[in-house]
């Protein structure tokens, strides 16, 4: 018996969304069931989280890659630790947060950045907006990254601003070897 090579998807089949069905919804996420056609013509079905806070902007939310500099230190990259209820623990990250309706990137990054740490900077770069996990959700976002100058007044023993249900605490990390160094016997943070 002739075993059958897998169907090439045929040039005319395109990849579509066929329908979207609502499962349940939140005040910051909804679950949908989303029908689609794959590659060689077949009909499917996929989880998908989406945002129900995205309103206009170019993205959901900002990462921030705070880069901490200061006279006779090693540059450092500014980490948060934050409890979060989906891993059911602590983790490491940088600071993030979502965009406010009729606020742009950089200055949604700037305010997270500051409520987080307490760090105030300038902001360096801005990406486009960047999926972060797009085999779940929708959610896009913009890394931005935030030079500080660890030496004016302002920075140099910052207190963060948590928001409603959030603490967190900062950790500077070296830009260089900052990783292995933070996994090498600093494993209360993880």
Excluded at 89 to 94: A, I, K, P, V, W
Excluded at 130 to 139: A, T
Aim: aromatic share 6%; net charge negative.
């Amino acid at each position: 018996m002739d075993q059958q090579e897998p169907a090439e998807p045929s040039p005319n089949s395109k990849q579509a969304v066929i329908s979207e069905e609502l499962i349940s919804e939140g005040k910051w996420v909804k679950l949908e069931k989303t029908t689609y056609r794959d590659p060689t013509g077949k009909t499917r079905t996929w989880e998908t989280v989406k945002r129900t806070t995205r309103k206009g902007q170019s993205a959901d939310g900002v990462s921030i890659i705070p880069v901490l500099q200061r006279t006779l230190h090693y540059e450092c990259v500014v980490l948060v630790k934050q409890f979060r209820p989906p891993m059911g623990g602590y983790c490491l990250e940088f600071p993030a947060g979502l965009i406010d309706e009729n606020e742009s990137p950089e200055a949604a990054a700037l305010r997270e950045l500051e409520e987080e740490t307490g760090y105030k900077g300038d902001v360096a770069e801005c990406s486009p907006a960047v999926c972060m996990d797009p085999g779940l959700s929708n959610c896009t976002t913009h890394v931005v990254t935030v030079m500080i100058n660890g030496d004016d007044a302002e920075n140099v023993r910052p207190k963060p601003k948590p928001g409603d249900g959030g603490t967190s605490s900062t950790r500077g990390c070296p830009v260089r070897g900052g990783l292995r160094w933070e996994w090498r016997g600093h494993r209360e943070w993880l």
